[in-house]
């Protein structure tokens, strides 16, 4: 995976393991590898500063304008996840 500078075209970082962006939030770009690991990622800089394990889910939403990661098992369950600062989802911010 690589992010490139949109203005000039450079390449700003690469990532090898990464398969796909799930979210961009605060400036950080949370990366699914393909053994289910997250990657948390400087947008800039491309420093990991954060590697978790994301299994247990059979879907995920590749999603950069909602500050969130939408996942799902294919019993049905779907979860949002979200940093903690954001605090809880309302009836009213799912409706948007």
Do not use: Q
Not at 6 to 24: E, F, M, Q, S
Not at 41 to 46: A, D, H, K, Q
Not at 75 to 84: D, K, N, V
């Amino acid at each position: 995976m690589y992010a490139v500078n949109v203005t000039n075209g450079d390449v700003r970082w690469k990532l090898p393991a990464g398969r796909d962006v799930l979210a961009i939030i605060d400036d950080v770009v949370y990366v699914l590898d393909a053994e289910k690991k997250l990657h948390l990622v400087n947008e800039i800089t491309g420093k990991v500063d954060v590697v978790v394990p994301l299994a247990g889910f059979d879907f995920y939403a590749r999603n950069t304008t909602t500050p969130a990661i939408y996942t799902a098992t294919r019993s049905g369950h779907i979860f949002c996840l979200r940093p903690i600062k954001a605090g809880r989802l309302t009836a009213e911010m799912l409706t948007k």
